[in-house]
């Protein structure tokens, strides 16, 4: 691990907007709750929580450096409906309560593409029961990737649980309006566009399993 890494990391812990998992309910309570996995340095989090400033958004990822970077964008634009948590989508339901969450955004998952790795995938049906769990009974999951593997696999894992998606989009950045939170980019997002790859898009709410 770099010496520059490593600095950013240990400087993260201290950021006042960058929380560990077990804290983070206690901010939760009263407040109308969006979370992003996978936020990475923060770009889209912190957009979204600019333009909702009545919606709390939580940023979600496994790396502190990733986190320092997020935190440290929230404070330079002063966006404070805006915070960060380290932790796993494997422990959403240990340290989130449920029917917290009015949006629970997936963005840029990981695609897993190695043979045996689909339980992995942030859209398996496992985790699609957990983030039920966790969504407002008027909750929906908003996703948005740049993978066709991963975007017809989120349509199946879907349909086996008959969940049918309120927005089914193939190329967000022609067939959503300009002001669509899914047009707010990710680093990723600027990289895959240049490279002309579309972004597909997916929406659904919470149902009864």
Same mark, same amino acid.
């Not at 109308?32 to 979370?35: D, H, K, L, R």
């Given at each position: 691990m770099s010496r520059k890494k490593l600095i950013r990391i240990n400087a993260a812990r201290d950021l006042p907007n960058v929380f560990a998992c077990?804290?983070? &309910?206690?901010?939760l309570d009263g407040k &109308? %709750? %969006?979370?992003e996995l996978g936020c990475g340095d923060g770009l889209f989090a912190v957009e979204f929580a600019r333009?909702?400033?009545d919606l709390f958004v939580v940023g979600v990822d496994v790396k502190l450096d990733r986190l320092y970077k997020a935190g440290c964008l929230a404070i330079e634009l002063g966006v404070e409906n805006c915070v960060f948590v380290r932790m796993r989508a494997e422990d959403l339901l240990r340290f989130v309560p449920e029917g917290s969450l009015q949006q629970l955004w997936l963005t840029f998952s990981d695609p897993q593409p190695k043979k045996g790795s689909a339980k992995k995938r942030l859209t398996h049906t496992r985790f699609l029961k957990v983030y039920n769990q966790l969504l407002s009974k008027d909750g929906r999951v908003c996703f948005k990737s740049d993978s066709d593997s991963l975007y017809n696999f989120t349509l199946e894992q879907l349909s086996e649980l008959k969940i049918v998606p309120t927005l089914d989009v193939l190329d967000t950045h022609s067939q959503l309006s300009k002001d669509s939170p899914y047009l707010i980019e990710t680093v990723f997002e600027k990289k895959f566009r240049e490279k002309g790859i579309k972004i597909k898009a997916l929406e659904w709410n919470s149902v009864i399993l």
């Open positions: 077990e804290d983070i &309910a206690s901010q &109308a %709750v %969006v979370f333009r909702n400033p």
